[in-house]
């Protein structure tokens, strides 16, 4: 693999590359780019983004001094080139993996990784902070944030901008990456020349020049800046960024080495809040994911010379899938229905709906917390609105979902996918927190399908329930098993016996699961003869189930794939202290730590979450009561 990278094979860090020309350098981003095609298509991971970015980030490493020099990246997923060129290169074979590196930045992984990000629009936030500390010490340090004109939408970005506005010593320079556009060549040659020119030193020397002449002629000051304000327009959209107090330029062509770095070093000896506005294409140099620049955002491993497989016919559904179907045959069955999600369309199962339901599909980009007011608003003139979003995105959301939803007790459903372990992305993205943080809200119900069939009741119950509701439902499929095209609305906090023990009494062991986790309990519960309850509510709890359970069995086991602090098991004890009774509990979930990157079915059975993991801990903490028979099945397992 390494062989055609006779360039690339001599950077070790950035310092080897500023002392390239430009020809060498251009040679550089082509192999860079290859390379990371080729690992990509080996290892699965972000790739559109990552393609756009080998210019820009050659050029940063080129022009500044890091990691003297910090570089924050937003969101982080387009980071590839930024990892190889900072000396894990070869450390991309892992990438993801179990024991390699992560897909995002992380400070403990590098000192080029300045700020660990994965979720959007905190860069400005923290390049901020760093810059104004650099300032308070004395440090001569230049501080840049990259940051996508997708994270950019958020909220948070845009208070950043407007503090930073109000800081003239913080030297700060926000890349605003734009790959949303393409740039026509009229714009190339004289956008260039033109941004060139204002951010040299000439031009910001002539123009601080003629503000102190004119400031006695308030009349002429005031046209020279509409005059300026009028040439920069011709180009750019500056005067948003100009109100706020942070000085504009661009948009520059991203993937043009000889417009980015003359105008990066100009920037360079600029101070206090710049901004620069760069454009890039996603998938730049892989016509495949140049055409379709979703489907290879975050692909599986394949092979570059063909692309993406098509999905193989008679496959499983994914839970997200199942919720997609789900929100159309509802969007068909009530027309009050809309859907609503924070920019995540593909990843929570949109696209057909956004189809065949235009006027009732909102995505309201990067910004959760709207996402959620905004549905609060919707349900307060008689919709009823479905929040398609991840667990660990709700997390951006929480205050909106205790102050404006369920303190006014509206109906907004919330579809809480990516919940439990989910993979690659390790602890960033991992859906571990939202069973506490939701269970403890008044007036709001938390429900936990176990199977692709009980996920659609389960949507279909918690829409049809006039409250605030959430469902929670793990990334890719399930038991396999088939969905029903009916919409059953199940009965309200109601759980399910699924098996009885027949073991002796001072025997009898009951495993309570709260989600898809209920077959590992199934598979582990044959092997000590144990009673199974799939609980499917966590809030209401089924207390009476819970309490029947207590009373005709010796311990209780929870299982979840939640964190166990506050989360399902924490419910039941808290209703078994409520009611007075004394029986052995163990709780089993994610633990009180942050689940790295890695396979899915690897990380759930180092958890203990899998059948032999589930049997395991049973058996350390209740083998002394289990039958001889049960003894030795789970001592064989």
Known sequence: MTASFSLLNRIASPADLRGLDRAHLRQLAAELREFILQSVSRTGGHLSSNLGTVELTIAL??????????????????????????????????????????????REESSFDTFGTAHSSTSISAALGMALAAQ???????????????????????????????HPEADLLIVLNDNDMSISPPVGALNRHLTGLLSGGLFTAARSTAKQVLSAAPPLLGLARRLE????????????????????????????????????????????????????????????????????????????????????????????????????????????????????????????????FPQRYFDVGIAEQHAVTFAAGLACEGLKP??????????????????????????????????????????????????????????LSVLTPADENECRHMLTTAYRHDAPAAVRYPRGSGAGVAVQASLVVLPWGQAQPRRASGAQPGQRIAILAFGPVL????????????????????????????????????????????VVMGGAGSACLEALQQAGVQIPVLNLGLPDAWIEHGDPAQITTDLGLDAAGIAASVRKRFGTMLSPAGRQRAANE
């Open 386 to 443: 479905v929040v398609a979003i991840y667990s660990t995105f709700l997390q951006r959301g929480y205050d909106q979902v205790i102050h404006d939803v369920a303190i006014q007790n509206l109906p907004v459903m919330f579809a809480v996918d990516r919940a439990g372990v989910v993979g690659a992305d390790g602890a960033t993205h991992t859906g571990a927190f939202d069973i506490p943080f939701l269970r403890c809200v008044p007036n």
């Open 136 to 166: 308070r010490k004395g440090e001569s340090r230049r501080v840049v944030a990259i940051i996508g004109d997708g994270a950019l939408t958020g909220g948070m970005a845009f208070e950043a901008l407007n503090n930073a506005g109000v």
């Open 229 to 356: 304000e009028y040439a920069k327009g011709l180009v750019a959209p500056s005067p948003l960024f100009e109100e706020l107090g942070v000085k504009y330029f661009g948009p520059i062509d991203g993937h043009d080495l000889d417009a980015l770095i003359p105008t990066l070093h100009n920037l360079r000896d600029m101070h206090g809040p710049i901004l620069l506005h760069v454009v890039t294409k996603k998938g730049q140099g892989y016509k495949l994911a140049e055409a379709d620049p979703v489907a290879y955002h975050g692909p599986g491993r394949f092979d570059p010379a063909v692309g993406l497989a098509p999905g193989k016919p008679g496959k499983a559904p994914t839970f997200t899938q199942v919720f997609g179907q789900w929100l159309c045959d509802m969007a068909q069955a009530d027309a009050r229905l809309v859907g609503i999600t924070p920019a995540m369309r593909e990843g929570s199962g949109l696209v057909e709906f956004a189809e065949r």
């Open 61 to 106: 490493h080129a022009v500044f001094n890091t990691p003297h020099d910090r570089l924050v990246w937003d969101v982080g997923h387009q980071t590839y080139a930024h990892k190889i060129l900072t000396g894990r290169r070869e450390g991309m074979r892992g990438l993801r993996q179990k024991g390699g590196i992560s897909g995002f930045p992380r």
């Open 519 to 562: 077959y590992a309990a199934l598979q582990a519960a044959e092997t000590f003869d144990a009673s199974v309850i799939n609980m499917r509510f966590v809030k209401p709890l089924d207390t009476a189930a819970l309490l029947a359970a207590a009373r005709s069995h010796d311990a209780l086991v929870t299982v979840e794939e939640g």
